[in-house]
């Protein structure tokens, strides 16, 4: 093998030689086998009834908006006009509550 530095050769010498490989030759055994049968060959999947379960929750999920544009709405609105109001008392109880 040459090192040719950062140049590529300028001479049209292959790189390296490539061989031809059959593929259906490893599927089959004997010689009698047709070509229509060397060629089949399919993966299955089954999915449990489960797992069918969850992808069709998913795709559920996958439609809802991300944002709750109603409930944004309205605190907006109360926080605009100054009705908002924050309840410490449940917070605390509830990060309390969370903690437990």
């Known amino acids: 093998m040459k090192i040719y530095g950062n140049k590529p050769p300028e001479s049209k010498e292959p790189v390296s030689q490539t061989k031809k490989v059959d593929k259906t030759s490893a599927y089959t055994n004997s010689a009698n ?13 089954n999915l449990s009834p489960r797992a069918r379960d969850f992808e069709e929750l998913k795709k559920a ?3 809802l ?3 709750r544009e109603d409930k ?3 605190l ?3 926080i605009e006009n100054g009705t908002y109001s924050i309840d410490s ?3 605390a ?3 309390l509550q969370e903690i437990t």
Do not use: C, R, W
């Open 33 to 45: 086998v047709s070509s229509t049968e060397k060629v089949i060959t399919s993966d299955k999947v």
């Open 61 to 63: 999920i996958d439609q």
């Open 65 to 67: 908006p991300e944002v």
């Open 72 to 74: 944004i709405k309205v």
């Open 76 to 78: 907006k609105e109360s």
């Open 89 to 91: 008392k449940a917070i």
């Open 93 to 95: 109880a509830k990060m």
